[in-house]
């Protein structure tokens, strides 16, 4: 029941950020144009979701590293931003999305662990 309170606020604060605002709207559209280019990534097995809610690489292959170093920076603007607003810290804001985008995760996708090993959904 907590969790999933926790999880509708969090839910719910991203919303907030990304739809309402102008300053989000500018990161939303740049995320929105880069997810064909990131669930290709992570359909290859190159790209996964982090413990600590960010685009991690799984192997070696750094392909589409400028696509994963932009997202990283619009993730990390929208968790500063939220983290702002909520009065937690960042790091918060960042596990609470991390446990969302492994959730939402389709099968064959790799998501890292709470010890940082990349598990296949």
């Given at each position: 029941?907590?969790?999933?309170?926790?999880l509708?606020?969090?839910?719910?604060?991203?919303?907030?950020?990304?739809?309402?605002?102008?300053?989000?709207?500018?990161?939303?559209?740049?995320?929105?144009?880069?997810?064909?280019?990131?669930?290709?990534?992570?359909?290859?097995?190159?790209?996964?979701?982090?413990?600590?809610?960010?685009?991690?690489?799984?192997?070696?292959?750094?392909?589409?590293?400028?696509?994963?170093?932009?997202?990283?920076?619009?993730?990390?603007?929208v968790?500063?931003?939220?983290?702002?607003?909520?009065?937690?810290?960042?790091?918060?804001?960042?596990?609470?999305?991390?446990?969302?985008?492994?959730?939402?995760?389709?099968p064959?996708?790799?998501?890292?662990?709470?010890?940082?090993a990349?598990?296949?959904?």
């Amino acid at each position: 029941m907590k969790y999933s309170r926790v999880l509708i606020l969090s839910l719910a604060a991203v919303m907030l950020i990304i739809a309402g605002t102008a300053w989000a709207g500018g990161i939303k559209d740049r995320m929105k144009q880069r997810l064909p280019a990131i669930a290709a990534l992570k359909a290859k097995g190159v790209v996964g979701e982090t413990n600590q809610g960010y685009l991690g690489f799984v192997t070696g292959n750094r392909s589409g590293a400028d696509v994963v170093a932009a997202e990283n920076k619009d993730r990390k603007a929208v968790y500063s931003h939220i983290a702002g607003q909520q009065g937690v810290s960042v790091e918060l804001v960042q596990k609470r999305r991390a446990k969302v985008l492994a959730d939402r995760a389709d099968p064959g996708e790799y998501v890292q662990n709470a010890s940082g090993a990349w598990v296949k959904k």
